[in-house]
């Protein structure tokens, strides 16, 4: 076993506890953690897992399928995306400045802190009135938007960095719901959400007749209530967006739609920001429409793709659609974003640095991530419904299940003698420690808010 001696995968795992998480890990089922690139299921068995493949499909079976897809985009979300490779690069110099020791270079540390704060924003930014009206799809909520600017670790206010935010509000008392910044997290949980509902609808075409009407009612009436959950706005708020804006309540058009545009926003490259054409009505937000470009925010891009959206028909085939929006809002082609993309992962894997074991790594995760990253493109220019995982071709993420043990689904596990997933989550937990000592040393505080 990798971990120190004495210490259990159970001690980690209350210390990397999701009260403490930074990542859109939506409900207590299972958690992806971008820190060790693990996936970790809190009910499920792997023999749970492994049986949804080895029998007929049933209505008890939706939900564990719905969980191992969701979490599994997000761990191919962080390898195979220009966002997710970046931040990969930055993580891995964060652990050898800490491993190391090397007190000059314990700035990584926190650089990697904040883009770890950015991934959903602490809680101050956001705003939730806990005593608001229910809403539903019957009485929907107004939706608004606005830009703010973060606060930097001295405490005053970062023109450099604005926020992109969704507001929505009673539609009978125009008070205010909920405030939602659109961050790199929501654009995640829109790519998983989607995968999500992407298996939903194939099991219920598989289940037993007698049981599919049933099933499909208790689906459906579940996602709508989620949809209008003032607390899960951190989830749903790029699409609820996107709807807003293309004028439709059809749920699963819209974040399929959603989740087409959270992808191409992943993998611009620094260049694309600068074609940005900022709509109309973000003019009131004046120089911060730069400055978001200049701090190359993905939030706020979704949101101008978002809003030209408005002038396409929504009904349109999902690849021509794309292209329009793509094409009033000043950016290449779908291909040639792409073409970008993969150009970037080249040039980001070529001559670093290897200073430990640790970056060996990092080497065979930036390997995999272009791999996966060419798979979901061939899958993608060829399938009729857009794939968030790109297929189960390639290798597939470490699982643990509920009782601590090790798993993999799929043909082709990853390389144990590359990747050893008890190992990098024993990393991750010791990260997580000189973090939150460090913090305490140079700006008064502990864990992630």
Known sequence: MPYPAGVTYRQIAEALKPSKSFYPNATTLAEFHPNSLTLHFHYLSREDCAGITERGMSGVDRPKLETIVHEITHWSDQVSSVWGQDYLVNLFNAYEAANANHEDQFFKVLEQYDEERRILFPH???VQEKNARPHDKNKPWQIGFSAGQEFNADGFINPARPIFFVKFGDNVTNELVARQPITIGSLLETTATWAELRAGLATLRLIPSDERTVETSLWTGERLKALYEPSLTVYTAPVHMLARFANTTDLLHAYERGA?????????SGEHFDCLKHPDNFAPFGDRQAAFARARDRGY??????CHASKIDFD??????????????????????????????????RGLPIRSALDQVRDYLLEIGRERFLSRAATNFTSDMFDPIG????????????????FYIGSKPLDPKHFDP?????????LRKFTDNFLQGCRGMGIIP
């Not at 087409?260 to 611009?268: P, T």
């Not at 290798?395 to 009782?403: E, G, L, S, T, V």
Request: hydrophobic share 45%; aromatic share 10%.
């Open 124 to 126: 101050y930014y956001h």
């Open 260 to 268: 087409i545009l959270a992808n191409v926003v992943l993998n611009l």
């Open 301 to 306: 891009a979704f949101a101008v793709l978002a």
């Open 316 to 349: 349109q085939p999902s690849r021509k659609w794309q292209a329009e929006v793509l094409q009033r809002a000043g950016l290449p082609s779908y291909e040639n974003i792409l073409h970008d993309a993969y150009a970037h992962l080249n040039n980001l894997g």
């Open 391 to 406: 297929g189960t071709d390639g290798p597939m993420p470490p699982m643990f299940d509920r009782d601590a043990n090790l």
């Open 422 to 430: 008890e190992a990098m989550h024993s990393q991750e937990w010791q």
